[in-house]
């Protein structure tokens, strides 16, 4: 089995700071692109952030500048770092993953979701 474990959330005020991490844990051959969605209540899932095993990121127009993702393939983790935060980041934060199970070689690949963590800006 594969499990991703989220931490980091809380009540930060307009302006403050938050880290999140998401660990990955399990029977993990590889992880390929690893996201971080939200969903706001009354709104949509939305994609914050991606990163490839490499390196390379994407990021939602609306929080470019302000957010930086990161992992630790030696880890399983990855990171999201939010700085500059608005009222409007309020959400339940989202890790989510493309992982191949296996030990010694592939087996399947597929799509895993964190349970997701509240990060609630307010004053």
């Known amino acids: 089995q594969v499990q991703l474990v989220e931490s980091g959330g809380g009540l930060v005020q307009p302006g403050g700071s938050l880290r999140l991490s998401c660990a990955a844990s399990g029977s993990i051959f590889s992880i390929n692109i690893m996201r971080w969605y939200r969903q ?33 393939n030696a880890k399983n ?31 399947y690949t597929g799509n895993y979701w964190g349970q997701g963590t509240q990060v609630t800006v307010s004053s």
Do not use: W
């Open 77 to 107: 983790t990855e990171y999201l770092q939010m700085n500059s935060l608005k009222p409007e980041d309020t959400a339940v934060y989202y890790c989510n993953a493309d992982i191949t199970r296996g030990t010694t070689r592939p087996d």
């Open 40 to 72: 706001a209540p009354g709104k949509q899932h939305e994609l914050v952030a991606s990163i490839t095993p490499g390196g390379s990121t994407n990021y939602d127009d609306s929080v470019k500048g302000r957010f930086t993702i990161s992992r630790d």
